[in-house]
């Protein structure tokens, strides 16, 4: 492709003709330009209102459950309460029903995105990305007042009811698909040089809406447990008229190729059809034959769009997923663990949320996109050799600082691990932006939702199994090995960081 784009690709017979497509560029341009800002925006604020709203309501969660297990535990042993003067809800059997409740609500929210990300990522190539973000997002506000429906009535509804939350995710995929499409959207209007530090500034907005909401939630908790969450149910309609003001961006080239694909689909339908029809001196064994070829199209079709799979760095990178994902789960578990090895409130251990919020916005924003630039300019890395670099390091700062959350004597020594854990907060951005720069950008909304199905069948594996291990270390005397599920993640951050060193991810 020639460097200038305005140049003609025709012998032009004025002079003039070069200058109008000059102009017919630079409009295009600005459009683009305008167009990126606007979506970029958006999905800023959009980010901060999905966000803040359920982080809220997460401490206020566990807290409402805890009451709701604690009375009905000392209702069922009143004799205890008095043994123990006065009701103690940090006993194994409650937190024992929280971490079952919690372990498999996320397996069955997870299952519907495990289904349909792929089906929906290949519909957001051929359709468009806005309209499965906002049917994604009335979904999920649909599945938050189904919990707060049974939160609010305890007596008469069971608390595992919630389990049903996930029915919604069936139509719109659930947290996953929209993870994935905030990220295809953000994509489509990124230059490649900056889809990295983009991806930082988004994971940086997260992390910010963390520090926001975990250092307010305590002070809310402390007025009423209901208020937080509350507010956070309210807060998070505005989801919806924020991705109804989004603009499509799935270009006009994909929108006219996925036309042209359709109508060549349904013209060979449809030659096929007057084929049979020439040829079908035996109607059983045509129709037969006709399904099978039908059957071969569609798979041959179906390799075709995920193509990009036969990179082998592109299947390593998918595969440092499922453990990413299951240490970002295993955060959750700071509002049991915390309480039930150092005594504190779930009200104060928001502020272990916050803490690590607030470090993680300083790497995000400050010491990547400024380590970013010094590394491109003083060492000459390329800008894939520079996202390897962050991938590779962030990783052997999760697994330090997960084996330091594990073994970690006191609060003092916690708040170190979760510093150096969260040093490793760019390895997803850069992790992203490698895959993304692999794949043709038509393949994006399809590569996204392969790596989807990665996270949500991580996510809703782990869940399950987090919580096993935890009450398992809970039947010890040992308050040490209420880290034994941080300590096995360490093991595996640890194979990880080995591959990700030993294995070549250029060319």
């Known amino acids: 492709m020639p460097d200038d784009e305005s140049t003609s690709l025709l012998p032009s017979p004025s002079s003039a003709i070069p200058a109008v497509h000059g102009g017919q560029q630079d409009e295009a341009d600005s459009f683009a330009l305008r167009r990126r800002q606007r979506v970029t925006v958006l999905i800023f604020i959009l980010i901060i209102f999905v966000n803040i709203p359920s982080l809220l ?21 009143p004799s205890l309460a008095e043994r123990h003067d006065g009701r103690s809800c940090k006993v194994d059997q409650v937190q024992a029903n929280i971490a079952f409740l919690r372990g498999w609500r996320s397996f069955f929210n997870f299952l519907p995105g495990v289904m349909l990300c792929v089906p929906y990522g290949m519909l957001a190539d051929r359709v468009g990305r806005k309209w499965i973000l906002v049917m994604n997002q009335i979904a999920i506000n649909l599945g938050s007042l189904w919990v707060y429906l049974i939160c609010s009535f305890p007596d008469a509804l069971p608390l595992r ?28 209007v990124t230059p490649v ?14 992390y910010l809406c963390f520090l926001i909401s975990y250092s ?33 961006t799935l270009r006009a080239s994909r929108k006219s190729e996925s036309r042209q694909t359709c109508h060549a689909s349904s013209s060979t339908i449809s030659d096929f059809g007057h084929q049979q029809q020439d040829e079908a001196p035996d109607g059983v064994t045509v129709e037969v034959t006709s399904s099978a070829k039908v059957l071969i199209r569609t798979f041959r079709s179906i390799a075709a769009d995920f193509g990009f ?10 595969l440092s997923y499922p453990i990413r994902e299951a240490l970002n789960n295993l955060d959750e578990l700071y509002f049991q663990y915390v309480p039930k090895r150092f005594g504190w409130t779930i009200a104060r251990t928001n502020y272990i949320y916050a803490f690590q919020a607030a470090v993680a916005v300083m790497v995000l924003l400050v010491f990547l996109p400024g380590a970013s630039s010094c590394i491109i300019r003083h060492f000459k890395f390329t800008t894939t050799q520079k996202d390897i670099f962050f991938a590779r390091s962030g990783v052997c700062a999760y697994a330090l600082g997960t084996l330091l959350v594990a073994v970690a004597p006191n609060t003092q020594v916690l708040f170190l691990a979760i510093a150096i854990q969260t040093c490793g907060s760019g390895m997803g ?32 594996l782990s869940s399950p199994i987090e919580a096993t291990l935890f009450n398992l270390g809970m039947k010890h005397e040992s308050s040490l090995w209420l880290g034994l599920p941080w300590f096995l993640m360490s093991i595996c951050l640890s194979m990880l960081a080995i591959a990700f060193w030993a294995v070549r991810l250029t060319r």
């Open 193 to 206: 040089a900056q889809t990295a530090v983009t991806f930082f500034r988004l994971g940086a907005a997260s």
């Open 309 to 318: 799979l036969q990179d082998p760095r592109i299947l390593f990178l998918a």
């Open 161 to 188: 009811l919630i389990w049903l939350e996930g029915i919604v995710g069936l139509f719109g995929g659930g947290n996953i698909v929209a993870t994935a499409l905030i990220f295809v959207i953000i994509s489509d």
């Open 57 to 77: 309501q997460g401490g206020a969660q566990v807290q409402i459950f805890e009451d709701i297990y604690c009375d009905k535990y000392y209702h069922d042993n």
């Open 216 to 248: 307010i939630a305590g002070k809310l908790m402390d007025l009423g447990v209901w208020l937080p969450y509350s507010i956070g149910l309210c807060s998070n309609l505005l989801t919806i008229p924020l991705t109804l003001a989004l603009p499509e």
């Open 429 to 460: 951005g850069a992790t992203r932006a490698l895959v993304t720069n692999l794949v043709e950008p038509n393949q994006v909304a399809r590569l996204y939702s392969l790596l989807g199905l990665v996270e949500a069948v991580s996510l809703m």
